[in-house]
């Protein structure tokens, strides 16, 4: 019973903490700050609270695959979650937020092939049920649901980070696996913060333009959005521990009717019935997806 209640916990505040970060990404690059400035201080700030937090963490011998996974759950997660924060410095909340349930099908994809885990019938339908509830949500952009739509930057960004960070998880899960929970949000902060730090080197971001633009107001945003981050972090840990990556990413897309109502209450996004009407369909996908995993 008590582990029940402690993966409830976690998927609350997985599902909670997710859209409202992205809430304070949006707005601090709206305020003038470069997306891969914002996703590098974002892992560096949590990865200084790691450091500080190191001694109280347990930490056993660590093998071959907790340094190989944590390189590649480094570079997958710093490159996706860059561009999600790109995405979202433009584009619509409430649309990108919908987008991201497509997560739980590319999960089942990589956690087959990586990890073994095999989707049933039910999730297969989930499936179905997930791409018609995209269908309501995405009919209400200026694209429709057509093929032009995958000409928005926003959406093209907003996929690709979708897939990375699919993939990314499952790279966690096997540095879970490999570890804990809380050693692996600790390689997870600092693996991100270098691949994250060299992808601001690649693209030239003026670092000493994005420093000086650091008002109390953004670092008050930015504080915020590191407490939201390492909760998403270390709850979604939590949940891969004891269920599979592609249920796991399921159970995480009740997240998306909070994003709908974020987008609609912060930031004024309209056609908010259709978006949440959508939104609910695509949560009941995920909720066959994991109720009916042993069915």
């Known amino acids: 019973m008590a582990e029940i209640l402690l993966i409830s916990l976690a998927v609350f505040l997985r599902v909670v903490s997710n859209p409202v970060g992205n809430v304070f ?3 601090i690059t709206q305020e003038g700050s470069h997306p891969l400035w914002v996703n590098f201080l974002t892992y560096l700030l949590l990865s200084c609270i790691c450091l500080l937090a190191f001694s109280y963490v347990k930490v056993g011998k660590l093998g071959y695959d907790f340094w190989f996974y944590s390189l590649l759950g480094g570079i997958f997660g710093a490159l996706g979650n860059g561009l999600l924060v790109k ?3 433009e584009g619509n ?5 919908p987008i991201n349930s497509y997560k739980s099908i590319v ?5 087959f092939v990586l990890l073994g885990e095999i989707p049933n019938i039910w999730g297969i339908i989930g499936i179905a049920i997930i791409i018609f509830g995209s269908y309501l949500v995405l ?13 928005n930057k926003e959406i093209q960004y907003r996929i690709g980070a979708m897939v990375l960070t699919a993939i990314e998880a499952v790279f966690v899960k096997k540095v879970i696996l490999a570890s804990s929970p809380a050693i692996a949000f600790i390689s997870w902060c600092i693996f991100g913060a270098i691949f994250s730090y060299f992808l601001v080197f690649l693209f030239r971001v003026d670092q000493k333009n994005q420093i000086s633009n650091l008002t109390l107001n953004t670092i008050s945003k930015l504080t915020f959005l590191v407490v939201c981050i ?14 599979d990556v592609g249920y796991a990413l399921s159970l995480f897309q009740l997240s998306i009717l909070v994003s709908v109502l974020l987008g609609y209450r912060v930031f ?21 997806i994991i109720l009916l995993k042993s069915s």
Do not use: W
Not at 93 to 97: K, M, Q
Not at 230 to 243: A, D, P, R, Y
């Open 107 to 111: 999960g089942l994809i990589f956690g």
């Open 25 to 27: 990404q949006k707005q």
């Open 87 to 89: 995405a979202l410095q």
């Open 230 to 243: 390492g909760t998403m972090q270390l709850s979604t840990n939590l949940v891969f521990e004891k269920i």
């Open 268 to 288: 004024q996004e309209k056609d908010i019935k259709k978006k949440v009407i959508g939104s609910a369909i695509m949560i009941a996908g995920s909720v066959m």
């Open 93 to 97: 909340l409430s649309i990108l937020g």
């Open 139 to 151: 009919d209400t952009t200026e694209e429709r649901f057509t093929p032009a739509l995958l000409k």
